[in-house]
């Protein structure tokens, strides 16, 4: 069933591709569950090398941990673009702590195929990082990047992220290691 919905979502973005986007971006709750892990689960059965996490461990989780991800703690939020339907996703973590609550953390940035290269993870980033600003206490936010990851690697540059460090093997997918690249970018 599931992947009869993402080949749903690969077609309909076909179509939607061939028509000038009309972006819209907002923070999704809860009540975007049946958009956003369609979306989700795509990103990780197409791209594996880019997450941590795996498609089949998250195919099995409980709609109630999966809706969960959709709820954001201490600053936290998940970031929706939306051309006619979701095409794009990107995500704010936040430890409460109070050592560690001045960074945070952004994952699972992911455009589906056939919206690529029209400019949407820039814009699905200036606004995170304008949110950002607004979230209280928030000096730094982090994330990393496999080293191979070209596209990524020279979107967060050019956004004024920089490398503070290499994780050997961070990632281990079908028996095959790949480095990530730890980058930061302050925010003022
Ligand atoms: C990386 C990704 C999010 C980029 O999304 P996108 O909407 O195509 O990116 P944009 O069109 O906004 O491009 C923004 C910048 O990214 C870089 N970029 C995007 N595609 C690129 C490519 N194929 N090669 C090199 N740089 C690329 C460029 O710097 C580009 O800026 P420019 O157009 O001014 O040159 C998308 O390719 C994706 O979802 N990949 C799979 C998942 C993934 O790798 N996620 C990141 C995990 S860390």
């Not at 069933?1 to 591709?17: N, Q, R, Y």
């Not at 975007?32 to 880019?50: I, Y």
């Not at 699972?108 to 606004?127: H, K, N």
């Amino acid at each position: 069933m599931v992947s009869g919905v993402l080949w749903h979502i690969a077609e309909a973005m076909t179509k939607s591709s061939r028509d000038n986007l009309n972006l819209n971006i907002r923070l999704l709750n809860s009540a975007d569950f049946s958009m956003f892990w369609p979306v989700r689960l795509l990103a990780l059965q197409e791209s594996p090398h880019a997450f941590g996490a795996s498609y089949e461990e998250s195919l099995a989780m409980s709609e109630q941990e999966a809706v969960s991800r959709l709820s954001p703690k201490d600053g936290g939020f998940i970031l929706g673009a939306f051309a006619d339907q979701l095409v794009g996703i990107a995500g704010l973590a936040r430890q409460p702590g109070i050592k560690v609550r001045h960074k945070a953390t952004i994952w699972g940035v992911y455009v589906v195929p056939t919206a690529r290269g029209r400019g949407i993870a820039r814009l699905l980033f200036e606004d995170l990082l304008a949110r950002c600003q607004a979230v209280e206490g928030l000096e730094e936010v982090v994330l990393s990047v496999v080293t191979t990851n070209q596209a990524a690697k020279e979107l967060y540059l050019s956004l004024g992220f920089e490398v503070y460090g290499l994780e050997k093997r961070a990632l281990k997918v079908d028996n095959e290691y790949f480095d990530e690249e730890l980058m930061t970018r302050a925010i003022t």
